[in-house]
């Protein structure tokens, strides 16, 4: 696991991004292989996919993109669903071709039927472009309850189903509702906790896993004990997040803030 501590939000988002770049420009300019990246959908990714959106050395002609997770309870066109939230800082400012780009809400039915189909598009899409000598990514954060994507504390993290339902613990509703407290626009403001979506379907723990690279932007004080978890806890159920350290390739971005409660080394005093 490679760990990059930043002066703060901007600088993680900047290094996270000129590293993910590289990787991209190898496989995509030079080698002309396809790539397939899920992006996550959270303040968390801002300043990544700022940096990210204005990158003209990619061919992103070659990129397939599917997203980590959406929420169920919402409808399209709300201003908080994920699909807004990634055509706006990312898939509406890069030329990645249309019918390369999967939205969850672009699938019709009943939750489990949503959940099969997507998981068969992106196992699909996956199988195709490994075969073809291309790779993988993942782009992702963690949660403040230590959840990646919404794989919650204690929920099925050992699955094998490339996509899951999953209901949204306390701890993250909390989250969405702070997260979106001071949005810009008002109709992205819940007016209650109980107004914040419990539903959702996401990309199971197995799903990231099989990234050949994965990239992880973790910001802000508020998610200081997550990352202490995920750095120190051990493996399991409790912190899906502790998962990400059985990776052979992972990257993971955090600030000072979200730093804060790590183990310290220890000093040699000057005699």
Known sequence: ??????????????????????????????????????????????????????????????????????????????????????????????QIPEDKIHYIKDVRGPAENVARAYGKAFTAELARIKKSG?????????????????????????????????????VSVKQQFDDYKDHLDPNARYASLDDVPRNAITLSCAGILAADTLYCMVPGS???SAVKGFIEDPIGERLPATLLRLHHDINVYIDQDSAAQMAKQPELAVM
């Open 222 to 224: 508020q998610k200081a």
């Open 134 to 170: 291309g790779k993988y990514l993942a782009f992702i954060g963690i949660g403040v309850n230590g959840h990646i994507a919404f794989n919650e504390p204690n929920s099925d993290i050992y699955s094998s189903q490339a996509f899951l339902n999953i209901q949204i613990d306390e």
């Open 1 to 94: 696991m490679s760990l990059t501590i930043a002066a703060d939000n901007d600088e993680m988002g900047k290094i996270a991004c000129e590293q993910a770049v590289e990787k991209l420009k190898y496989y995509t300019k030079k080698l002309k292989k396809e790539v397939l990246i899920v992006f996550a959908a959270a303040p968390s990714q801002d300043t990544f996919l700022k940096c990210l959106a204005k990158q003209e050395d990619v061919d992103w002609n070659l990129v397939t993109a599917f997203h980590l997770d959406e929420y169920l309870d919402l409808p399209e066109d709300h201003p908080n669903t994920f699909k807004t939230y990634l055509n706006d800082n990312i898939f509406g400012k890069v």
